[in-house]
């Protein structure tokens, strides 16, 4: 089953709460960042324990979505790009970002058929980069910018706040559960 590409563009997160998975991205404060990448791999690593929607973790719910193990492969890459991006903002003046094609990565490193024994390891690691990469942020250090080669434009405060979004809208893809409240509250 091929999985139909998404070439949706999610900023409008940055302006309104997301009907499908429910989450805010203007409900929290970013110094929270950390405790929230945190608790969302938390609760991601609980539904993988738990093989998601129907508990297979290999199985796709519908053609045109992923299984949850994809799906975790998919939140593993973004924490270590987001990571990899953050560390060009933190070190460089509005650094274009390289571009990342996140079904053509799905397809060729064959997210389907990785060990979950491994993508949960290297999920909690990327989880953790990312967590200690954000709690390095300065005050003055949030108003950084970068981009995309799509026009997009952020500040490391939008980056994050765009960021944090994609775990937690997946989670809800993989379990059908809205995590975004629980995750802002979330005791650090």
Request: charged residues 25%.
């Amino acid at each position: 089953m091929k999985i139909v590409p998404d070439t949706k563009d999610w900023t409008w997160v940055l302006e309104r709460p997301c009907p499908e998975c429910g989450f805010n991205t203007n409900s929290f404060d970013v110094a929270d960042l950390p405790a929230m990448i945190r608790a969302i791999a938390a609760a991601w690593l609980d539904a993988l324990l738990m093989g998601g929607i129907g508990g297979n973790l290999f199985s796709r719910p519908a053609p045109d979505k992923w299984s949850p193990l994809e799906y975790t492969c998919h939140v593993r890459d973004v924490f270590k790009l987001y990571d990899y991006r953050l560390a060009l903002m933190l070190s460089e003046d509005n650094p274009l970002f390289p571009n990342w094609d996140q079904d053509e990565t799905a397809l060729a490193e064959r997210y389907g058929e990785q060990d979950p024994n491994v993508v949960k390891q290297e999920f909690r690691d990327a989880a953790a980069a990312v967590a200690s990469r954000f709690a390095g942020v300065q005050a003055g250090q949030w108003q950084r910018l970068g981009r995309r080669g799509d026009g997009a434009h952020f500040t490391i405060d939008t980056f994050g706040r765009y960021f944090i979004h994609d775990p937690i809208h997946h989670l809800y893809d993989v379990t059908g559960d809205r995590y975004g409240d629980v995750i802002v509250n979330w005791p650090a």
